[in-house]
């Protein structure tokens, strides 16, 4: 059974830092793009970070960048998301994504949710004024 696992959130003050994790079971995702999404509350799903298959290409939302750092380890299949400075307003669901489709290094195909084939369950970061 495939599975993506997220864990790592938590309750922290503004300006503080968390970092999430992904860990994939089931099959490789070594060949696999990988992103973060998040839901604030009473809101969609919104993109924040991609790595491509290459383990080198990234791309951010400008809401976060510059603060959040987006990483994987292909040996342990894991994905992080290293959050920095963090604000009230980056409270939400944290979601990791994995999808097997190739659209080169056009990165902003990947900042839709709709190309994602696995999800996992999600970790609440809430952030305290």
């Known amino acids: 059974q495939v599975q993506l696992v997220e864990s790592g959130g938590g309750l922290v003050q503004t300006g503080g830092s968390l970092r999430l994790s992904c860990a994939a079971s089931g099959r490789s995702f070594s060949g696999d793009t990988m992103g973060w999404f998040r839901q604030p509350p009473g809101k969609e799903r919104e993109f924040v970070a991609v790595?491509?298959?290459?383990?080198?290409?990234?791309a951010y939302a400008d809401s976060v960048k510059g603060r959040f750092t987006i990483s994987r380890d292909k040996s342990k299949n894991t994905l992080y998301l290293q959050m920095n400075s963090l604000k009230p307003e980056d409270t939400a669901v944290y979601y990791c994504?994995?999808?097997?489709?190739?659209?080169?290094?056009?990165?902003?195909?990947?900042?839709?949710?709709?190309?994602?084939?696995?999800w996992g369950q999600g970790t609440q970061v809430t952030v305290s004024a």
């Open positions: 790595i491509l298959w290459n383990n080198f290409d990234t």
């Open positions: 994504a994995a999808t097997a489709k190739n659209f080169g290094s056009s990165m902003r195909f990947y900042y839709a949710t709709d190309i994602y084939r696995y």
